[in-house]
């Protein structure tokens, strides 16, 4: 019996007429992301912290793809005033989105807070996503099959939310810090399923994680013990961003995904492979937990989705 052909960039449908926002599009998985999706003909939203490197990473793209659709707009995750400016710049020139891709990400680095006081990774990779999402979420609702991929990690199951100290001024641990601001992630994928669902929106919630990749955010991490590592040591275990960007290509892309479903490599310790469902931890499914951390970042976001607090689904 011949095996299953394992999902790759080739089998992406075309995305003609379809248009994605994604998150640290400039670099790494997301700079993958956004390819593959320009070469079977999406318009992408490069959402970028510094515009250089955005148009940077869009002349290259377009140099492969001249027929490229690209946009490239500041967006600062860490700072809410500045996903409400980008936020807003695209609604005043798009009437629908099809897809957003919550991707960008930090890690490790010293112990650092955002413009309104949060900490660094919890700020960019939970809170900004937040309320991205949820400024953007009616014009998703109009769109052609929508979704929101939230980009985690396999580092979200040793993970708990310090609901006590989410900032960390009691005792800052860089890379628990981290892991938490994943879990947050899921916790957040997961709640806004359910919350979609109840609501019968047309819009789906997907996770992924990309395994063990060879990007920026883990070669060139800020501390010397974490590049030695992470950018040395273990290197030779990565996958590339092209391979570790398929989990997240698979839940944007793939015909009949459902919401709520969770995508990662295939391989042994889900470090690397094929893009299949695997299965997030406890933590990010408990009901308690979500309801906390939903009703926590409406606060401290100021965004509100509209959408009904729900007891236990399944997924």
């Given at each position: ?5 394992k999902w ?13 926002v ?26 970028v ?64 807070l955002?413009p ?32 929101v ?22 005792g ?44 920026h ?15 040395v ?62 009703d926590?970042?409406?606060?401290l ?15």
């Amino acid at each position: 019996m011949t095996e299953p052909q394992k999902w790759t960039s080739a089998h992406i449908p075309d995305q003609t007429g379809r248009v994605f926002v994604v998150t640290g599009a400039n670099s790494g998985l997301g700079l993958a992301t956004t390819r593959a999706l320009v070469h079977r003909g999406a318009t992408v939203v490069l959402a970028v912290r510094d515009e250089q490197k955005g148009r940077r990473a869009a002349r290259e793209l377009t140099a492969e793809q001249p027929d490229a659709r690209l946009e490239v707009r500041r967006l600062d995750l860490a700072d809410l005033d500045s996903v409400r400016a980008f936020a807003h710049g695209v609604r005043a020139d798009h009437p629908r989105l099809d897809v957003l891709v919550n991707n960008a990400g930090i890690m490790a680095p010293p112990h650092t807070l955002s413009p309104q006081g949060h900490e660094l990774q919890f700020a960019a990779h939970h809170l900004g996503h937040f309320a991205l999402t949820g400024l953007l979420l009616d014009l998703l609702a109009a769109g052609r099959d929508p979704r929101v991929v939230t980009v985690t990690s396999i580092n979200h199951r040793r993970a708990r939310i310090r609901f006590d100290d989410l900032d960390g001024n009691r005792g800052y641990r860089p890379m628990a810090f981290y892991n938490q601001s994943k879990l947050a992630n899921a916790v957040f994928g997961h709640e806004l399923h359910l919350r979609l669902t109840a609501a019968a929106s047309p819009v789906r919630s997907l996770l992924a994680h990309p395994g063990y990749s060879a990007t920026h955010i883990v070669t060139g991490a800020p501390t010397p013990l974490y590049r030695l590592l992470f950018g040395v040591l273990a290197r030779p275990l990565a996958q590339s961003p092209d391979r570790g960007a398929l989990p997240q290509l698979y839940a944007a892309t793939r015909p009949g995904v459902r919401s709520g479903e969770f995508i990662g490599p295939d391989g042994p310790g889900e470090l690397c492979g094929a893009p299949a469902r695997v299965e997030l931890a406890p933590a990010a499914t408990d009901a308690a937990t979500g309801r906390r951390l939903w009703d926590l970042s409406e606060r401290l976001t100021g965004v509100r989705f509209g959408l009904p607090a729900v007891g236990t689904l399944g997924v």
